[in-house]
């Protein structure tokens, strides 16, 4: 995958050139976006999460051990196994469903809202999903949000523990600093992409790690939480903390403001500025843009910068929104969920943006479904990179449903 | 997969003029934080390296260095390389192999002693350090194998760590059902494969990026093997876990070799799956280099066209090399549960198929040399479980990070020059 990023976006859908006059822009847009429903590119989508689900759903049930007791008598009573199945199944999902949306069975009136946990796991996801969706588009494979999610979680502590500031300056402090973290650590490899041609995937694959045992040195000495033996940091000030933004019951905070605008804002980067269209012409083809007197390698550059930025936000929006203090696990799978859900949002910021609700839900569901059903939330991963697998490969769906490919114009197989 | 700047004529030119400068200067840094850290605020007192066991054949003597003198020592023949260096790029385009070869050697010493005469104990069991190694250098060994035999033929593995992670949890499984290690060892090899089978027919079926199958299968096979891990390997039975407690493959001394110090214990008291990577090492670099069969490989991972051209069929070559290679991460998994510990537990691999694919890059796509950087990275592991222990002057977490930092600087070309097949990670449409 060297000078041939035609790869990120599964479907090389081909972007119109951006004309000057907006309102062409906005037909081209609409005529887009039907094309696409009418080609099944929609369609598949949602018959991938639907496979995903039953696939899922047949692990569920063949596992469960009432399913395994009522097919020893499959023969003398088939409908006891399907009960079995329908009662296992359904247990589980409807419990899926329920945590991530609305719960009446829950013992308290915060725990049946689930709905705001889903939010509060989107959050983080929908930055860091942008930061890959970004980086795409402009052909570069940014394996790194985990790891630029950790350094910009980090910055955003060392300011928000270690300085003390008046309110509202110390969050922006904290949000700026946890931003320039998660820069610096993209623009590594994108500094290493432009001028090495050092490929990208293996340098944040390899940055990841160096972030995580870099964190762990510092919990280790420098940022440790006095009288503490765990490698923890102490606590963020109340001012450098996002406020909340339903009260105290809830844990969903101002970062998913966050999160929308910077949805708002990458949209009109990729689709209206010049900026945008740079990254977007390397993208399709670096040479091309090279001989149309672009600068690659400065693009290179740049759009890890963004992207990395945003991957710190999602720092940011950890530490400062859900987790108040630093430790090695500070990203969880964030930054590799992020890149399902770039992918999954087929690069589009607005893509991103529905993916990362989803996987809110399903990571909100996924704990609920544990707790009351008993299936372990490991099956939310095999669901979501089912999805995603299926989503890749187009053919697949459609040759599962029979669905006629209609290719849009001017694409090639 | 291109990993140094593929062909850009236009900025050819002052590549080479960057390429002839930057060895000189990085082994001019090198110098200097040696003279710094091994020379001036070397430790006083003596590194002890303890070479033979007290049971040994042969007994050698302790090998005892005055910390200090040795880094003075050191340090003065590591500037006068990173000298050389320069006088030599001043003269000609490249510097020496020989240069960078006893410079990183002498180094790694003088870095060595630089540690163990600053712990307390100020001495280390050379025995326990590579053989302990070998517990994170033999799966690396099979991951990083695997990476080359998919990526010389052009398919990206990011896969390895799913690999690895499928054939530990099948074989602990298998090895528990059957009450048989080598069931469980040949079942890891089938998960293997099977991954593999995901990866090749969505990367080459599908022609869906490598990059991202690889990285979904990661995803897919931790959620799967966590998820058969919750349901089926917790279920006890009279407090036992039936599933989960693999018959463990016997260590296979060879007489008279095993003795050798240090060599003894780390390549000749090992089970089978230990004497299978050293073979394969051998047999892989032979075939991929001496043979018909490797050259065909080659050819499809370089120029697939002009191998298709001649009759190779690129797919299929492409398909039985991704599916070889899973079997051999599976057969490197199986070693987690068969051999280096008790039983399966969740996300057991912990990264280390990322450091088998930073082996990969660092040997550059050779057997042999993925398998002596699957060695440092191993000892270098091991060195920081042991030194977290002893208590050292750097900290273990910077040990962690020498195979990702080592790394990167392959893959910018500061170390040698680090290149992937060409036509690694693209996928082959024939017309």
Known sequence: MSETPSIPAPTPAPTPAPTPDSKDVKDAEGTRVIREIMSGNAIISVLAVLVALVIGGILIAITDPRVTAASGYFFADPGATFSAIWASVSEAYGALWRGATYDPTARTWQGQLGIFETLTFATPLILAGLAVTLAFRAGLFNIGAQGQIIMGATFAGVVGFQMHLPPVIHLLAVILAGAIGGAIWAGIAGFLKARTGAHEVIVTIMLNYIAVSFVLYLLKNQLKAPGSTNPISPQMDANAMLPLLLGPNFRVNAGLILAILAVIAVAWLLNRSTLGFEYRAIGANPKAARTAGMIVSRGYITVMLISGALAGLAGVTQIAGTEKSLDSEIAGSIGFDAITVALLGRSKPWGTFFAALLFGAFKAGGTSMAVNADVSIDIVAVVQSLIVLFIAAPPLIRSMFRIKAVRPEGAKA | ?431
């Open chain 2, 1 to 431: 997969m291109s990993v140094v700047a593929a062909a850009e004529p236009s900025k050819l030119a002052d590549r080479v003029a960057i390429r002839s400068w930057r060895t000189p200067i990085l082994l001019g840094v090198f110098a200097l934080v040696a003279v710094v850290l091994f020379a001036i605020l070397g430790p006083d007192g003596q590194a002890t390296f303890r070479i033979s066991q007290d049971n040994d054949a042969w007994q050698v003597p302790n090998l005892v260095l005055p910390a200090k003198a040795f880094g003075i020592v050191a340090s003065l023949i590591l500037v006068a390389l990173a000298v050389a260096a320069w006088l030599q790029s001043k003269n000609q385009a490249r510097v020496a192999k020989w240069v960078t070869m006893t410079f990183a050697v002498v180094f790694v010493i003088a870095l060595m002693v630089w540690i163990i005469g600053g712990t307390k104990t100020q001495n280390i069991t050379l025995v326990g350090l590579f053989a302990g190694a070998m517990l994170i250098t033999t799966p690396l060994v099979f991951g990083s194998l695997s990476g080359v035999l998919c990526e010389r033929s052009g398919v990206v593995n990011i896969a390895i760590e799913g690999q690895l992670l499928a054939g530990a949890f099948t074989a602990a499984l298998v090895a528990s059902i059957t009450q048989n290690a080598f069931a469980g060892l040949f079942a890891a090899a089938v998960a293997g494969m099977l991954v593999s089978f995901l990866l090749a027919a969505f990367s080459i079926k599908y022609v869906v990026n490598q990059i991202i199958v690889g990285v979904v299968l990661n995803v897919l096979v931790s959620g799967l093997t966590g998820f058969l891990f919750e349901k089926i390997m917790k279920t006890k039975v009279d407090g036992v876990a039936i599933y989960n407690q693999p018959v463990h493959l016997p260590d296979l001394p060879i007489p008279f070799l095993s003795q050798i110090p240090i060599l003894g214990p780390m390549l000749f008291r090992q089970s089978i799956i230990g004497y299978f990577m050293l073979v394969l090492v051998v047999a892989l670099w032979f075939g991929l280099f001496r043979t018909r069969w490797g050259l065909r490989i080659r050819a499809v991972g370089e120029h697939p066209k002009a191998a298709d051209t001649v009759g190779i069929n690129v797919n299929r070559t492409r398909f039985l090399n991704v599916m070889a290679g899973g079997a051999v991460a599976g057969i490197g998994g199986a070693y987690f549960t068969l051999v280096a510990v008790s039983s399966f537990s969740k996300d057991m691999t912990g990264g280390l198929g990322f450091i088998a694919l930073a082996a990969l890059i660092f040997g550059r796509w050779n057997p042999i040399g993925a398998a002596l950087a699957a060695l440092l990275f191993g000892v270098a592991g091991n060195l920081q479980s042991i030194l977290s222990l002893a208590g050292t002057p750097i900290d273990g977490q910077f040990l962690a990070m020498l195979p990702y930092a080592l790394t990167i600087l392959a893959v910018s070309g500061f170390v040698g020059k680090s290149r992937a097949p060409a036509a690694s990670g693209q996928p082959y449409v024939k017309g």
